[in-house]
């Protein structure tokens, strides 16, 4: 099969959709090598292209290409199969005899409208709603989202396919206690900590997860938030600084992409108290490095999270202090998650992925 992709955020995303398009089709590149892919751009990082796959660049005027011009390539490449990574499908007719499929990731936009200007959801909506109605198939990240989908847009439950996200290789190999060690002196985290990976958004809810923490009055041990900078990171920095935190709570915004494993296996427990997600790839990420958890008790995160798992109202200020002090007082040492992370084995991933190409699934 031929098949093309939506690489905009393949190339030029560096977080959660950027990370779930590489994963994907880095993985297919590696378990379907007798495949053709083509990932479609307007300015592709040609050191980024993978094995096994071409990228795909406009012959035009590049300025509407991704929304209505590249149906044109599509027909050049002659492909069989076009699937849009991040929520949306070109306009315009499709050449024949190509199957659209669409990854729909959430619809945040949906449920919690006030965090999005209006302009911005009506552009969300009005491309989510296009995609749903074109796609010969949806694949939706999480069983939670596939019912948001059939909840706000009537989507057809026979056309969704759920499949899984991965996360990236460097969170599956082995690193030796000498270099996490040396990673714990280098950020100066010496003290034992808690870990929150997350950009720094209102939705990530960072201020009641800093709040509860200082409900502990706890001195032997740290909060460490690591994450992008964003519209609640000077906040975050403004209630550490009036709460007196500076010293057990480390704010992490540059760590390099390489470090992160690591700073996952130095941490004593993950938390995540995000208030809606349509999937979750922290949780993933924690569960290759043995970490034990405690998450927000929303759907999505009850459909991934490993077993053991503390579940909390972030709502409830005395209920996140109260699982924290469970993360704290029963850290046991590292977890096998195993069985628990096959179900989001790239192998796996892949050829679920294959079959929905072909019609199989």
Known sequence: MKIGFDAKRYFHNA???GNYSRDLVNGLCEWHKDQQYFLFDKQPDLKKVPQHAIAVSPQGSATIWREFGMRKEMALYGLNVYHGLSNELP??????????IV???DVIFKLFPEHYALIDRSIYDYKTRHAIKIADTIVATSKATANDLIKFYGANEAKIKVVYQTCGNLHKQTYNHELVTDFKIKYALNTPYILYVSSFQTRKNHLPLIKAFAALKQNNIKLVLAGRKGETYNDCVKLITSLGLQDIVNLVDDIASE????LYRGAQGFVYPSMIEGFGIPLIEAAHAGVPMAVNDIAVFREIAPEGTLFFDVNDSNNLSESLRQLIDNYKGRIHYEKHLELFDVQKISQNMIQIYAGNN
């Open 15 to 17: 977080t959660g959709l």
């Open 91 to 100: 306009f315009g007719k499709f050449p024949a005899g190509i199957k659209k």
């Open 259 to 262: 470090d992160l494993p690591l």
């Open 103 to 105: 990854t729909i990731h």
